[in-house]
């Protein structure tokens, strides 16, 4: 079986309309691509992009981009985006970047994110993706623990580069800029290189992408995924989002982070389809959805924060007629989203679950369309072996039982997953434990084989011997109108070990008062458990997260913890379940 041929069975996996032949016929495809023997070389660049898209629609738009604010446009056909990487790369190796050497890209959303992507795919550079929000000091960690070759970097953040590898004592071969900047090439200068390239020789193991993550516990480690793993992994991704050839696909993320190279690259791309880019600086939901309509989006994916937005705009005033599929992932999706959107839209959030460390691995592909339930993040994608395992390391069997998530490692092992924390062997033994891959994410599965996110293992409350998730509880506030959004964290407490404490933000034009506060607790007291009810509400007006979403809950506990040190006085909009002598008979 030929490299193009799995890819051409994907395309037509998801172009099937019947869902109940859809679902078998993808389950027999990764059947077989998980025994498969694997060959000694690939690179996607050349066999799949060039070999198979471009040789058959090489005048279709492979990419559409928009600044949302300026509302400027540019389309790129896959001759096109070949040519912009192919001028990348040989401009690389002019400079003397060659196989194995990597390539940090600190740039936002814009055309050369994808051609340099595309560019490190067929010369066989290791990409850095490298998040627009790191400081001087994060940039001091990762150039020291990965000296970098080649840098590629939007104007604005070339101060922090330059100074971070002075104090380092580092020199790439080549500092590409987007912009102008005394010491850097421009990368308009790319323009004069040829429109041809030789693709590198490959080997299917070859290290080709290398991650930081995000650090939410310890310091960033690095994830290394192979010529195979991603490219080739990414099958998964295409099959649980349903990305047609004939869609133009939109995810709102941005690069830097494991998400964009799933959805904004592989997915659309492994199939055919158009990628689009939207560049911004902070998210205004209504010019986003208007750029959703211009642009005649028909497969959109979003993580819980934008959905929670837009389903608060008057989405009535957005010609989304071309939308066909909605997607989410980065965290669970709370139920009340989902059947709002499926209102305002007519199409489910179908929420789906990967990391960094894998591609899609859990998720609600397009034949669960008027199956799933509501909260539930699917069942395992066909490439994952996954079980849940309980402390002791024993796989649970019995529904309804929280577990660690784990992939089996016993029977095959997954395309996608990641081939290593690249020089941490102590982290690997950590996670690669008898035959499992420990994801450190915590769920349930249910008597009919639907799985239900509990949170990760380090974001798990316990509280007077109680194990705690948070998206249960943000779920549960997230159910009164007056909540636009909400993050759960366990805070410290002498009694209980830890509290559950809720940091809420309101609906526009709704104001934080000890009467709503009551309200909420009263309203999770109809909801929860007793033991899971927040004991202490804190309104704030937004929570940290990540360039692509996700709530730093880690942050929000080190702030508390701070403060319980620190004796800070109690915040003026932070309420406490045992100051209202109404709910006294409720403890």
Known sequence: MSMQSLYKEVMDINMMEDDARKDDVAKSFFARLNFMELPEYFNWAEEVFEG???????????????????????????????????????HLRGKGVDKGDNMYMMVPIVPETWFASYACIKGGLVAVPTATTMTQREMEFRFDTYPPDSIVAAEVYTDIIDAALKTQGREPKVKIVLGSKEGWTSYDQLGDEEKVAEAAKTKSNDLLFCFFTSGTTGLPKRVGHSAISYPLGHLSTSVITGVRTDDIHHNLGAPGWAKWAWSSFFAPL????????????????????????THKISTFCAPPTAWRMFINLDVSKFDLSNLRQSVGAGEPLNPEVISKWKKLTGTEIRDFYGQTESTAMIGNPPWMQGKMRSGSFGYPSYMYDVALVDEEGFEITEPDQVGHIVVK??????????SEYIGNPEKMADVFVDNYYYTGDRASFDED??????????????????????????????????????????????????????YVILKQGIEPTEKLALELFKHTIGVLAKFKIPRVIEFVPE????????????????????????????????????????LSSKN
């Open 270 to 293: 492994n199939v055919g389809a158009t990628a689009t880019g939207f560049n911004f600086t902070a998210l205004d939901g209504e010019k986003y959805l208007k750029a959703i309509s």
């Open 52 to 90: 198979l898209h471009l040789a058959e629609r090489s005048d279709k738009p492979a990419f559409i981009w928009a600044d949302i604010l300026t509302e400027e446009s540019k389309t790129y056909t896959y001759r096109q985006f070949a040519d912009n990487g192919n001028q990348c790369l040989n």
């Open 449 to 502: 084989g639907y799985w239900w996110f509990v949170g990760r293992s380090d974001d798990v409350i316990k509280s007077s011997d109680f194990r705690i998730g948070p998206f249960e509880v943000e779920s549960a506030l997230m159910e009164h109108e007056a909540v636009a959004e909400t993050a759960v964290v366990g805070v410290p407490d002498p009694k209980r070990h830890q509290l559950v404490k809720a």
């Open 543 to 582: 929570v940290p997260k990540t360039l692509s979403g996700k709530i730093r809950r880690v942050e929000l506990r080190q702030n508390e913890e701070k403060r319980q040190q620190q004796k800070a006085e109690q915040a003026t909009a932070e309420f406490f379940y045992w100051d209202f002598p109404e």
């Open 409 to 418: 490692l016993d029977n095959w092992r997954a395309i996608g997953l990641f």
